[in-house]
């Protein structure tokens, strides 16, 4: 460690002292998938009990209602998990937000369900690196900080949602409020490649549902009676794909609808994916879309529904962000740590904070791979790495290194 001071050598010591892996593979035995309640609850209970160790008192908040469109068309509610919530000296002059989410992609009939060791060194486990590793790099983090002279110069919001690997649907709003006033943010998504590497641009990404209402008639004695309703849906997934480009990605991912061959079929849904790179790219997007859906609706006679749009906005690296990217990448080379960055095509909750003004690193987490699947893995010795990568950027952004 060198140019330490020595509150800030205290600091990231303190460190090493966190019951980082115990946590880790406690947490990562509790089924958290988006859709199982009953885990998120659990979970959510237990990381309330852990963040309690922090000024200020852990709440549990009910999410915001969202729906989704059936395969019939009609639109559902659907449940999320409550929200952790934690709010600890809002009137200190610097002000920080720091997010992560509990849920995996990993719901109670996947089979990828126990922690076990890959080899020494490496955990494997549902939810090890995205995102119960960097759960506990946060919560240590910032228990060193507390610890330090000038924790009392600043505040934070400290938010754990329940769906971010479904879109945030429930708690982009919250996230939206904890972030208003904030100098700066720290997500803790896991690295982007397992050398530590920092996802830096992101793109946006944008879900749409298009339900297809044609008119039913007998296949082969009066067919031209009909409008199918298929037939629409697949001519608009091809037109959409056709608008595919730089700085747009176009995913037509499934068609819903149809029964028996001797029948014209008069309901569908198509579901899309969208990824622009930036604000204009989504903004053609949306305009392409629009044309597209309209104008196949004319061709077909058919009459369309979308539901949904871009729930997460595009992450460019705008000068406040890479002001801020510089500062972590100093705080590493003071721990003896080669920090970097690229972009990437993933999305998070990084993407809705940037989209309110706030520079924000999220990928403060561990450093692992796999994530997604059954291959997930945690490099152990990343758990204090990060933690204390996170602690000297805390302090260095209190001190004011970042303006």
């Known amino acids: 460690m060198r140019g330490l001071e020595d509150y800030e050598r205290n600091v990231v010591e303190r460190c090493v002292d966190e019951p980082l892996l115990d946590q880790v593979r406690q947490w990562a035995e509790i089924n958290s998938g988006s859709a199982n309640l009953d885990g998120l609850a659990k979970m959510a209970m237990v990381y309330r009990d852990a963040f309690a160790a922090l000024p200020g008192t852990p709440n549990l908040l009910e999410p915001d209602p969202s729906d989704v469109m059936a395969a019939d068309g009609s639109l559902r509610e659907t449940r999320h998990g409550q929200n952790l919530h934690l709010r600890v000296r809002p009137k200190a002059p610097v002000q920080l937000l720091f997010t992560g989410h509990m849920d995996t992609v990993f719901g109670l009939d996947h089979p990828f369900q126990s922690v076990f060791w890959r080899k020494e060194g490496v955990l494997g486990g549902p939810g090890v690196a995205d995102m119960k590793g960097g759960i506990a790099v946060m919560l240590a983090a910032l228990k060193a900080v507390e610890g330090s002279p000038i924790a009392d110069r600043f505040g934070y919001e400290v938010v754990i949602n329940s769906d971010e690997e479904i879109g945030s649907p429930g708690s982009a709003g919250l996230i939206a409020s904890a972030a208003q006033g904030k100098l700066a943010a720290l997500t803790y998504e896991p690295a982007a490649l397992p050398d530590g590497t920092l996802a830096g641009a992101r793109p946006g990404s944008g879900n749409f549902s298009i339900f297809v209402s044609g008119r039913s008639a007998h296949a082969g004695r009066n067919p031209d009676d009909g409008r199918n309703a298929i037939l629409a849906a697949a001519d608009l997934a091809l037109r959409l794909a056709r608008i595919e480009g730089p700085g747009l990605s176009v995913n037509p991912a499934r068609i819903e609808g149809g029964g028996p ?143």
């Open 261 to 403: 061959n001797n029948v014209v079929p008069d309901r569908a849904v198509l579901r899309v994916n969208m990824r622009p790179a930036g604000p204009a790219d989504q903004r053609r997007a949306q305009a392409e879309l629009d044309a597209a859906v309209a104008m196949v609706a004319g061709a077909h006679e058919v009459q369309m529904h979308v539901h949904g749009g871009f729930g997460r906005p595009p992450k460019p690296m705008d000068a406040a962000a890479e002001r801020l990217f510089a500062l972590v990448k100093k705080c590493g080379a003071a721990l003896g740590q080669h920090i970097d960055w690229q972009a990437t095509g993933g999305v998070c909750d990084g993407n809705n904070i940037a989209a309110c003004g706030v520079p924000v690193v999220d990928t403060m987490g561990v450093r692992g791979g796999g994530i997604h699947s059954e291959e997930e893995y945690l490099i152990v010795e990343s758990l204090v790495e990060r933690a204390q990568l996170s602690a000297l950027t805390i302090l260095r952004l209190v001190q004011g290194d970042y303006l």
